[in-house]
């Protein structure tokens, strides 16, 4: 099956600093990949939509001034959480899907982000 | 997005079989209805999903109401490994919009 990773599964950092997580596909070509962020004992919740070479697309309450995304290739989404807050301390969850696989989103492990 | 409703906790034995209920009252004729599942500290799994006919594959069966209102993820021999927050989710499958929408989701406790 189709395979997600990402990187680092977790990470510390101070009040202020920025903290860049990504996602792969492994073994396939993603046109979209997906970033979701779950508090705890909380569902997951949409943060935004990234397209190959295109600008994300986030949803509603999320700042995009904050929560930078890039996916410069297929295989490659990266979420970069900027002047992290404790507020900010999450897990966030990435997802990808390519047309050929049919609609499935396949995700990854998670990124557990404790700031300090 | 359509809404699901699922009941927020359910418990079965293990080597029994499991049926997780989720209606779907409002799903449209161009809604897919997907199953995942996220075991604890991990991103969720695809499970399972179907439009109008049964669905089996190795993990699950999906049956599907004949008016499409309500759907029954059916675990055939729960082990522990299936304890699990499990979500019913329908998708649009038309245009370029292929976002999901998680709510509450099942929590499925498996009891030795």
């Known amino acids: 099956g189709a395979v997600v990773s990402q990187h680092p599964s977790r990470v510390i950092c101070k009040s202020g600093t920025s903290v860049k997580i990504e996602c792969r596909s492994l073994?396939?070509?993603?046109?979209?990949m997906f970033w979701y962020r779950q508090f705890p004992k909380q569902s997951l919740m949409l943060m935004a939509t990234s397209n190959e070479g295109s600008k994300a697309t986030y949803e509603q309450g999320v700042e995009k001034d904050k929560f930078l995304i890039n996916h410069a290739s297929l295989t490659l989404s990266t979420l970069t959480v900027t002047s992290a807050h404790p507020e900010d301390s999450s897990f966030y969850i990435c997802s990808a899907q390519t047309g050929r696989l049919g609609e499935t989103q396949y995700f990854g492990p998670g990124t557990r982000l404790l700031v300090l | 997005d359509a809404k699901t409703t699922q009941p927020n906790s359910m418990e079965s034995n293990e080597e029994e079989p499991v049926h997780l209920p989720c209606n779907h009252s409002?799903?449209?004729?161009?809604?897919?209805i997907h199953w995942y599942r996220q075991l604890p500290s991990q991103g969720p799994e695809y499970v399972i999903h179907g439009l109008t006919s049964n669905v089996n594959n190795r993990m699950a069966s999906l049956a599907i109401a004949e008016d499409r209102k309500s759907s029954t993820l059916i675990l055939h021999r729960a082990t522990l490994r299936d304890a699990a927050v499990y979500y019913c989710i329908l998708r649009y499958s038309g245009g370029s919009n292929y976002k999901l929408t998680f709510g509450k989701g099942t929590l499925l406790t498996v009891n030795p």
């Open positions: 409002t799903i449209s004729g161009t809604d897919y």
């Open positions: 073994d396939f070509q993603a046109t979209t």
